[in-house]
């Protein structure tokens, strides 16, 4: 079964970067429109940022736009999500995830997540 792994979480004070990385086993990444997600503690999981198949397409929550960057490499099979100015409020387990339907909190597969946390 194809697996989705996400990489690149950590500590980070305000202000700062981190990379989020995701890797995909399955055969049709290529043809993927591939997102991120989160959830914070004691909230629901909420739509981030996606990308089409080819790039050429992305989306943001309004939370997050102009501070994250989503992008791709179909030669890798890997999605990653460039998150600057970071908040506390970013803090979160942060999912990859296949196929989502952008704005909402559905997708066709998970990965495992990866946490995020952001210090004053």
């Known amino acids: 079964q194809a697996q989705l792994v996400e990489s690149g979480g950590g500590l980070v004070q305000a202000g700062g970067s981190l990379r989020l990385s995701c890797a995909d086993s399955g055969g049709t990444f290529s043809r993927n429109t591939m997102g991120w997600f989160r959830q914070a503690p004691g909230k629901e999981r909420e739509f981030v940022a996606a990308?089409?198949?080819?790039?050429?397409?992305?989306y943001y929550a309004d939370s997050v736009k102009g501070r994250f960057t989503i992008s791709r490499d179909n030669a890798k099979h890997t999605v990653y999500l460039q998150m600057n100015s970071l908040k506390p409020e970013d803090t979160a387990l942060y999912y990859c995830?296949?196929?989502?339907?952008?704005?909402?909190?559905?997708?066709?597969?998970w990965g495992q997540g990866t946490q995020v946390t952001v210090s004053w």
């Open positions: 990308i089409s198949w080819t790039g050429g397409s992305t």
């Open positions: 995830a296949r196929d989502p339907v952008v704005y909402t909190s559905i997708a066709a597969a």
